[in-house]
């Protein structure tokens, strides 16, 4: 198996508001809706600037000095219990090289560190099939295919993927 890219996984900040926008790309959002308005757009920086630790996390992922992507894991009500729910994203030009599956097992063991919750999971679409080979290869299980709304309004089915952190 070839070694996995050194990636860095840094805090959202005040300075990452262009690799939002590079991430909010037709192709990027192709599988969550559709590139958002300028306005939602600030309003997501704003909302990542704004995250609590111990309630939600977003990371910049880095690679040799450059922003290739982001990462991150919120609280999520699940089936009457609070779980963690993963995404992530990677910039077009850095897709195919492991980059999503280094920060992915990165999230996982900062999740597993944290000890907080004892279930991470990612709810991608079944047609997102990079995203499911993600889920797959970072040792999530697949449960089952769920229903979402995302964007609100839009129904979606996706697959429920989960990773056991702790005992
Ligand atoms: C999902 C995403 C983060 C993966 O990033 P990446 O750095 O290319 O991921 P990796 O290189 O670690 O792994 C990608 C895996 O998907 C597989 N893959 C990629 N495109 C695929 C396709 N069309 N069909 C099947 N598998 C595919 C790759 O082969 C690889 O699996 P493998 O190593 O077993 O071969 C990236 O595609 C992305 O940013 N997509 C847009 C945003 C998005 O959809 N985010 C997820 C929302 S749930």
Redesign the pocket.
């Known amino acids: 198996m070839k070694p996995l890219p050194k990636v860095e996984l840094r805090l959202y900040s005040e300075n990452d508001l262009p690799i939002l926008r590079r991430n909010n790309a037709p192709?990027?959002?192709?599988?969550?809706g559709g590139p958002e308005s300028e306005e939602k757009l600030l309003d997501r920086h704003q909302r990542y600037l704004k995250l609590k630790a111990g309630e939600a996390y977003m990371f910049i992922i880095w690679l040799n000095e450059e922003a290739v992507?982001s990462a991150g894991y919120w609280e999520k009500e699940w089936k009457d219990a609070l779980v963690w729910e993963a995404?992530?994203?990677?910039?077009p030009e850095?897709?195919?090289?492991?980059?999503?599956?280094?920060a992915?097992l990165a999230l996982v063991e900062k999740a597993r560190i944290e000890h907080k919750h004892r279930f991470m999971h990612?709810?991608?679409?079944i047609e997102?099939?990079?995203?499911n080979?993600?889920c797959?290869?970072a040792g999530f299980t697949l449960i089952e295919e769920c229903d979402f709304e995302y964007p609100a309004g839009h129904p979606i089915r996706c697959n429920d993927w989960q990773i056991e952190l702790f005992d």
């Open positions: 192709e990027m959002t192709k599988y969550l992507g995404g992530w994203g990677v910039l850095y897709q195919g090289h492991g980059i999503a599956l280094a992915t990612a709810y991608p679409k997102n099939l990079a995203s080979a993600l797959r290869n």
